[in-house]
Each structure stands twice: as C-alpha cells, then as structure tokens.
C-alpha cells in the first residue's frame, strides 16, 4: 500500500485527506477483516489493542458502516461491541445454518423480559411482577444462555443481587443496546417500568427506603434517551 | 349488562377455566385471565367485579374439590377484604391504604403483568442469532501462536465454592496435626526404650525415626519427649541430669 | 483505493447496467449472506439451489468478487466452491483468536472462588477452607492469569502476605464488584447448588480482628465506584 502519499494527500486536499488517505482505507480493511474472522462481538478496545499503534478503530468503523450500508452483510453496534451480521432480509435463505434452539419455557420468556425492561432487577421484584416465585431452573437456564448475569446488589436490607442482561443477549435479539427493546418508551411513560410502593398485605417486599428510589433513579438515568 | 347477563358470563368464564388450576402461574395469572372477560382496558378495569369473580372462581373450585394451592387461597381472602373495603364507607380511624389506592395498586399489577407478557412476545418476536441473522460460518484457520490461556466461567467459580462450603467432611478451625508429635505418643515410646537404657543416653536420640530433619516435627517431638521424661522421672522410673546450663539432657533407667 | 463509486459508473458505463440492476444487486446481496454464514465452502450448485428461481450465482458472484477486490475481506474458490476469507495480508491481525483455552482445573477454581468470597486471605485461610494444601504452580497460574494479585500482609505473626482479586477478575466474570459475588442462600435459590445438607449457614465472610476490619475497609473501596 502507498502510505508514504498520505501527507502529500493532506496538504492538497484537507477535507477528504482523511477520507482518501491510505492510511485510513487501511484501516478499515484491518477492521473489516478482524471482525469477519470473529465469531464473537469485537469491541473497539480489543480492536485498537490489534492494530497497530496509532490506528482509530472508532474512525475505520464509520467507514466500515458505510460501506456495508444495504449490503447482504451488515455491520451492527451490540453495546460497546461491533460485529458483522447477515442481513436480517437473508434469514429465507439460511434454512440450512438454522440451529435448533432450545425452546424457553413461558416462565422463562417472562422473566428474561422482565430482566431486560427493569433491570437492574432482585429476584424478589420478578416474583412481585410476576406474582408467583420464580423456579430453580428459570434462572439458571438464562444463565446458562449466558442471556443473564449478576449485577450489582441492591443497598437495601438483606443487600439481594440483581441480575441484568448480557451482550449475549443483545447480540441474539440484534439490539444496540438495552434501551432498543421494543416498546420500551411506551412502557415508561404508562409508569409500568417505575416500582411502586406495595400495598399487598403479607408481602415481602417494601420499597421506601432512600436506597431504593436512588437506585429507581438510577434505572431511569440508564434508558434516558441521549 | 344486567345482573343475570354477568352472572352467566362469571359462570362461563368459571367453568372454562376450572379445568386445572394449575395451567394457571398463580393468583395473578388466574386474575388477569379473568380480567379479559371484562374486554375492557385494563386501566379502566372493575376491581370490584373482578374481586367477584375470582372469589367465585375459587368459590367453584372447591365446591369441585380441586386441591387449591395456598397462595390462591390468601388472594380470595386479600380480595374479600378488599372488597368490604370497596363497598363500605371508608373508615377516617383505619389505618393504611384506601380501598380504592389498594384497588388502583391490583389494577396497577395486572397491566403491568400484561404488559411484561406482550413485550416477551414482542422480544420474542425479532429477529434472532442464528434464526434469522447469522454470524460468521467459518472460523478463520489462522497461524497459530499456540498460547495457552485458561478460563473458568462464574458458574464454575460459584459451583467451586458452593462444594467446599456444603462439604459434608468440612471442619472450621481445626489446627493440623500432621507435624505434631503428642504427649501421649511420647510417653508410650518412652516407656517401651527406657528398658534398654542402663547408661546415660542423650533424651534427644529418643525423637521417634525421621523426626529429626524436619525442623517443626523435630521442636514437637523434642518438647513432647523432654515432657514425657519429667513425667517418667516423676514416677520414679528414670533419673534425669544436665551438667551445664543448655548441655544435652541425659536419662537412664532407674533401677529397682 | 480501488472503490467501486457505482453511480458513476452507471453513466460512464451503460453496458454494465446489469451490475447496477435491483434484481442482480439482489442476487449479489443473497451470495454474499449465504457464503457469509456458510460453515463451508459452498458450490455454485448449491449457491443456485438456495436462492430463488431464476437467480444466476454465477454471475453474481462475478460483481461480489470486483467489490470485495482490494477490501480486508476477500470471495476466494477452492476447488469448484466459493468463500469468503480475510485477505491473506491481513493475517498478522489473526493472531489473537488463536489463543487456546482450556478449562482452569478443579484446585485452581476453587482457590480463585475462596479468594474471591474471603478477600483479603492468607494462603493458611485458604488451606483452612479447603482442607488441603494449596500448592504453588496453582497460585502462581492465578497470579499469571491476573486473576488475582497479593494484598497488604495481615497484621499477625509472620505478617503472611494476604490474595485478593483482580480488576481482570471483575471484568472477566462479569461482575462490577467482588461484593456482587452471589451467596450460599442465592446459589441455592437459583439452583446453582446441589441439595445437600448444609452444614455451614450464615454469611460467608467473618471478619473477626480489628486487622480485618479495616482491610474490610480497604476492599470497599477498592471497587468504588469510579
């Protein structure tokens, strides 16, 4: 490759310089071909860490986008991660890559959602939306999914962890990120999303304390539109 | 809609759903179904009549001595009181919640629940990794730069811990005796050489075989040996003597 | 950079229509998503089998090799079948995914899992627990691994030199904090345990010296929140 054009390109013409200079066309080859070998979501920290010194991955990706814009490849933003991803209009042809997938029981559909839309979310608080205790397996199976993780635990008493949902999760749904689940603007503003105080008369739990609406906030601040 | 027109519509409902109330997840779920038959919003739904049916619902069940569980049976009781709530004045000298914020709070529940239910659909219903969209088929054989690394998954790390700490043998705070060199055992070899000992004999060439080299078996069993010589020398069994101050102890039988 | 500016073409260049037609662009579209996804290399044959009727693989194939031509990415054949495969100079960049793991044995988990529970611990704490010695190569794999690094010494005879968990160790397992670690009573729950008798209930980390409160102190805020 003809790198040593690249200042000469500069001084000529500074505002497509970056565009057209080698330099950065390599780049993005260089990404390109690291997230096609990949399986697994890249982020732009390991891909930085790859290449060489002084590339920006971030850069090459806007490029990268572009060019696979309307493509039968297409490249998608899972969290902080990139990869390259089959069209989702190409699925009638993929028959013969279909894995069969394990089907989730309703109890773990409901609770995987209830995950996504509300996390950070303590089991107890599953159980209260849910009005029924969730089963051993439940969790353990999104788990296994690597679809769940453990979050940070709830400042209140007993301290009970939280579970979130994983990049996994986001990769298998095609999502961005978690504030893309369908629907989700909608179900914030009928208040569906807030927890509120339960009046239920032998019921465990109570949210009243400082903590709790701090971490209500919290939750609100992370689906904030930016 | 009259009076009698609900009545069948709550015994139809009834009987379509006594068949198992187990096909139902719990109180709520058994609520919200029945809920439906009220075809209306869910925020815009009767309480009161839903109260109704669900004490008649369980009301049914046990007539057909259906095994109800017992959250099903502390909902009906919630519901009764909630419903003499509903339809007697409020009393200003009760404590607590409304009538109407504990209705608001049910009604709250279930469209939150219906809610969750629809967005499971609705999650359910996009597309997916390896259903729709796909991930790269081939993985790149690439050079290898065979570099070992190791990994364990929380689950691991979680069952790991989990096997230590419900380990049936498992004994907190117990000091290891594998380099201890007892009293007891002291004594007993003791007792079986002294009766070779007609001369003065260093007590330190007692220490039992292989307990001199190292360092902490051989301080137990030079202690335990020393001790177990007051004791024989106390019983009149062996005489004892030091010349100087930190020279080697020396004991031999005592006659008679 | 040889990129294919396709408007351009089209005026410059009527004969080639073809390449620019919904349907052909289709076509290409298709070929691309299903050598993308294929784990094989994949005939035109089978290309033809799976798209729909009338489609002519051949052909498109021909205008996916002139856009993959100079990219990181190239349409290569082997023998009569088709893939897609990084460009063979980009193969320096590969390097990373052809790290072997392999499962951390049985010894060293258990290690890691005491460490993480009971942070800051001694190698007797540790030994205590298990029941058994722990040998060096185990904590020297931990330490290798930066799963784990040396705490300050406990303010006991000897001052043994205390183990406590990595920033790596949080960012490899998932966690936000050590803290988050589930307990006895949470793995039960989630049916992460098997059901046997428990003969130890209660909270999993005693502090008892004066010493270990404060390191307690010290460990909080090592995984302040930043």
Known sequence: ?226 | MTTSESDVNDRLAAEALIVDVDGFEGPLDLLLTLSRSQKVDLRQISVLALAQQYLAFIYKAQDLRLELAADYLVMAAWLAFLKSRLLLPPDPSEEGPSGEELAAHLAFQLERLSAMRESAAKLMARNQLARDFFARGITEDVTRTRRVTYTATLLDLMQGYARIRTKDEFRPFVLDREKIFTMEEALRRLRGLIGFAGEWTDILSYLPEGWEIDQMKRRSATASTFAASLELAKEGKIEMRQRVVFSPIQIRKKDG
Chains 1, 3 share one sequence.
Request: charged content about 30%; aromatic content about 6%.
């Open chain 1, 1 to 226: 490759m003809s790198k040593l054009n690249t200042d000469t390109q500069i001084i000529k013409n500074p505002e497509e310089s970056l565009f057209d200079s080698p330099l950065m066309a390599e780049q993005e080859r260089m990404v390109e071909a690291i997230l096609f070998a990949a399986a697994d979501p890249v982020t732009i920290k390991e891909l930085q860490g790859r290449m060489p010194h002084g590339c920006d991955a971030a850069e090459a990706l806007v490029y990268l986008r572009k060019r696979y814009d309307g493509r039968g490849v297409s490249l998608v933003k899972i969290g902080d991660a990139w990869a390259l991803r089959t069209a989702s209009d190409m699925g009638f042809l993929m028959q013969k890559e279909t894995v069969e997938t394990r089907k989730l029981s309703r109890a773990a559909v409901e609770t995987l959602a209830i995950i996504a839309y509300h996390q950070p979310v303590t089991r107890a608080e599953i159980e209260e939306i849910r009005g029924v205790s969730v089963s051993r397996g439940t969790v353990d199976q999104l788990i296994e999914l690597e679809w769940i993780r453990f979050g940070r635990r709830r400042l209140t008493p007993g301290r009970p962890v939280t579970f979130v949902v994983t990049q996994d999760f986001l990769d298998h749904f095609g999502l961005e990120s978690a504030r893309d689940l369908p629907g989700l603007e909608e179900l914030r503003s009928a208040g569906l999303l807030e927890s509120r105080p339960v009046m239920w008369t032998g019921d465990v739990t109570v949210y009243e304390t400082e903590d709790d609406i701090s971490d209500a906030s919290d939750q609100t601040e992370m689906f904030v539109d930016t």
